[in-house]
């Protein structure tokens, strides 16, 4: 089982939010490094905070309709992505999905019926890591979007994999170009 965050590691990032369909744009590779997992048996979940929605910025039907096009490009590409979990709260609602909080990852694991410690957890920010760790899962960093910034922090992380995208850490399960950081 693959977790993915979703901005920064799949599609473009944006400080200003993702909030069309139109503004969600993927990273060079990243659709072809999930359609990559997919071929070679990994059940993928997408984990992503999405606090747009409890900031009032954009509403869940839109937040649907831009997971509608990440699925729908995946799809065109070879890919499957299982199921996406979203966070929609306002950072002072106190909820328990929120990243870093593992609510997502428990979510997943019920879900798809599978241990946490069997999950791998690609993010490019320091939470999506922590959430990993919370749960006992493997937690990857990718050099897009907060990549850079975060791993330097990271690199305290026990058992921490690093990689400069999601095609680069594909690569490294098939043990063909890359190899774990
Ligand atoms: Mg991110
Ligand atoms: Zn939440």
Redesign the pocket.
């Known amino acids: 089982m693959i977790v993915l ?5 799949i599609n473009r ?1 944006s400080k200003e939010f993702i909030k069309s369909p139109e503004e969600w744009i993927p990273l060079p590779g990243s659709l072809e490094a999930i359609a990559e997992l997919s071929r070679m048996g990994f059940r993928i979940a997408v984990a ?2 999405q606090s747009g929605v409890g900031r009032g910025l954009f509403d869940q039907d839109t937040l649907d309709r831009i997971h509608a096009r990440m699925i729908g490009s995946v799809e065109a590409a070879g890919g499957v992505i299982s199921g996406v979990f979203v966070c929609p709260h306002h950072p002072d609602d106190g909820c328990d999905c929120r990243k870093p909080l593992p609510g997502l990852l428990r979510q997943i694991a019920a879900r798809y019926a599978v241990s946490p410690k069997e999950m791998i957890v690609v ?3 320091l939470r ?1 890591l922590e959430a990993a760790v919370a749960v006992g899962a493997q937690p990857v960093l990718v050099r897009t ?2 990549g850079i910034a975060t791993e330097k922090q990271a690199q305290q992380i026990d058992n921490i994999r690093i990689h400069n995208d999601l095609h680069d850490f594909t690569d490294s399960l098939t043990g063909q170009i890359g190899k774990p950081a």
Do not use: A, C, E, F
């Open positions: 965050d979703r901005d920064g590691v990032d992503t905070n993010g490019d920010s999506d979007g907060n």
